[in-house]
């Protein structure tokens, strides 16, 4: 144990500038650092955070023609409270959306949350090294491709003459029109999200077990445990707050059914079963030029999205003492 | 050590459920690889399922003879590299400034970067502000919108924080500047983590079509996902009618549409090996973070 120098309080307050000074002396040394940033923050400022006033627009009644281009016309379009809400949360088809966005999240969440996990306590006991490698990057691959690659893969395979309905109409005599069934099509979505993405998502369950001491498993083994009861109760208590932390995460995110999959996926025939928010957005407000409607039911969207994630992150970081920022 | 008889058996299983998963995964791809192989006789019998049969390349002859196909595999690849250096480049110069704790101000400029990925004006606000500054229809309308992404900045900045501080200590004693550091001292360091991250930018641009969705319009200016996406729900009239013509060529369509799924998966394919070196590590930092 070092003795601290003592310092006596007289010479502490001479060796410490005015902080006036002190600041101007740091920005002489560090403005590069600033002069880094500058771009970054002007690029948010334009295409992230101006996008935000544009959200005055689900309050206003918007008229294209007021102004010489959009933003003009914005600042010209009259004020018409919340009539765009009152509006939106009377209509069956948005209810619907809801309705859809909420049930396909919960069916990914039940069904493909489990799976990476089960999957990569399965890869870490393959001893067959060879193989664990030749399996880890087929298994990864599906989620480098874009969903319209995804999706003309089980076009091809679940069309009315695909490889699919061919073996059924073979062995049973009639097919299923999986992507216009609308008694099917979710499960259709759930099993298509699952074959891109369960082999990645495995990813950070495979690096929380390298991180489980060895030493328990070798303990085990002395105490003559069996592969089974290693599992129950070494890896998986030893995986489980990286578990929970991805569920608290994934729940943040329950309004997000997967946008990107159901638009090239769905047709009108299923609109009823997998219209979600983010599909009715596009419809509403772009492809029917409804913009402050669109713009309402984004908010509403973005808002409640906004409070899930906060309040997920934060229950990450007061019980797992980790966030994601 | 020896094994038990109980744990042979998980092994066994163990590998046979492995095996069968790995199967489900490849065994679409291998089935559309085949149809875009195979001549349109056998593909209208049914007879392809995982090999080609009547093997034949002049599918993909016939696609990489497309106008509209070349068109839009080209402002795939623009797209692609102009926005993986400008994204690559703007993510460096937000991360490095962050990763310094001495940094001040470094709480506000995390949260304006952050509170960009937790919310948003919207669809709608995003397509008003592209067009009023004229980027509808435009190739930036493509490369914008992935420009900026916090994900990779966090992943970068967590990577510059790990390196040790002493080096950069050094080189400033030696009377370097800060750019001269990133540039000399702390990229060449950080080309693992650079890689990976410009991986993941090239793969995003590669695969996004849904911008095109929102801001392109010209036939010229569609991306190659995009028109891949046209073909398969085939739902503007033109292309029905196209494919009708095709069939009068004897190129089948549902051959054409694997050749062209090929085709486009062909890039992420090549890049595939590289990325894997890299990817493991980089989500391991980048989604635990403390």
Not at chain 1, 129 to 156: D, M, R
Not at chain 1, 206 to 220: C, F, P, R, V, W
Not at chain 1, 229 to 234: A, G, L, N, S
Request: glycine share 6%; with cysteine.
């Amino acid at each position: 144990m070092q003795a601290k120098p003592i310092q006596s309080p007289g010479s502490a307050a001479a060796a410490r500038p005015k902080p006036k000074r002190e600041l101007l002396a740091y920005l002489k040394t560090n403005y590069d650092m600033y002069l880094l940033l500058i771009p970054g923050l002007l690029f948010a400022l334009v295409f992230n955070y101006l996008p935000m006033y544009g959200i005055t627009l689900a309050f206003k009644d918007f008229n294209m023609f007021a102004g010489n281009n959009p933003f003009t016309s914005l600042l010209a379009s009259p004020w018409v409270g919340l009539e765009h809400f009152e509006n939106v949360f009377g209509r069956a088809d948005f209810k619907q959306a809801l309705a859809n966005t909420l049930l396909i999240s919960v069916y990914k969440l039940v069904f493909l949350f489990p799976l990476p996990i089960l999957l990569a306590i399965l890869l870490n006991e393959l001893r067959v090294a060879w193989f664990k490698k030749v399996l880890q990057t087929v298994l990864y691959l599906p989620h480098f491709l874009s969903w319209a690659v995804v999706s003309g893969i089980f076009v091809t395979l679940l069309g009315s003459t695909g490889i699919v309905n061919q073996f059924l109409d073979a062995a049973t005599g009639h097919t299923i029109s999986f992507l216009m069934d609308k008694s099917i099509f979710r499960s259709v979505l759930v099993a298509t999200d699952g074959w891109k993405d369960i082999g990645w998502s495995s990813i950070i369950y495979l690096a929380a077990i390298t991180g489980i001491d060895q030493e328990q498993y070798e303990a085990a083994t002395v105490d003559g445990a069996s592969k089974l009861q290693k599992i129950v109760y070494i890896t998986l208590p030893g995986i489980a707050p990286t578990i929970l932390l991805l569920l608290i995460l994934k729940v943040g995110h329950i309004l997000d059914a997967g946008f990107e999959q159901i638009f090239i996926m769905y047709n009108p025939t299923v609109y009823e079963v997998a219209d979600i928010i983010g599909t009715y957005v596009y419809r509403m407000g772009l492809g029917q030029m409804n913009f402050s409607l669109g713009t309402a039911v984004g908010l509403f969207n973005s808002v409640v999205a906004f409070v899930l994630i906060v309040s997920a992150n934060s229950l990450a970081k007061r019980f797992m003492k980790k966030s994601i920022w | 050590m020896r094994t038990t008889r109980g744990e042979q058996v998980f092994n066994v299983v163990n590998i046979v459920v492995l095996f069968i998963l790995g199967l489900t995964t490849l065994l679409p791809f291998l089935h559309v690889l085949a149809k875009s192989l195979s001549s349109q006789v056998a593909i209208s019998l049914g007879q392809v399922t995982f090999l080609p049969v009547d093997f034949q390349i002049g599918t993909f002859q016939y696609v990489l003879e497309q106008e509209q196909f070349v068109g839009s595999f080209r402002n795939s690849v623009i797209v692609t590299l102009v926005g993986t250096v400008l994204a690559l480049t703007m993510t460096v110069m937000i991360a490095y400034p962050l990763s310094k704790p001495k940094l001040k101000g470094r709480k506000f400029f995390m949260l304006v970067f952050v509170f960009v990925m937790l919310f948003s004006g919207g669809m709608v606000p995003n397509y008003l502000l592209y067009k009023t500054f004229g980027l509808v229809n435009t190739l930036w309308a493509l490369i914008v919108p992935g420009m900026l992404s916090v994900f990779n900045i966090l992943l970068v900045k967590t990577f510059f924080e790990e390196l040790p501080e002493s080096v950069e200590e050094s080189a400033r004693i030696d009377g370097a500047n800060n750019f001269t550091i990133l540039f000399r001292i702390v990229l060449p360091m950080a080309l693992p983590v650079m890689a990976a991250v410009g991986l993941f930018f090239a793969v995003a641009y590669w695969n996004n079509y849904f911008s095109a969705v929102l801001y392109i319009t010209k036939p010229d200016l569609k991306p190659l996902q995009m028109y891949l996406y046209e073909l398969i729900s085939q739902t503007t009239p033109e292309m029905g009618m196209e494919l009708d013509a095709d069939r009068m060529m004897n190129v089948d369509p549902e051959s054409i549409r694997a050749a062209t799924i090929m085709l486009s998966t062909l890039p992420i394919l090549c890049l595939y090996p590289f990325l894997q070196k890299y990817f493991v590590k980089g989500i391991t930092i980048g989604s635990v973070k403390g």
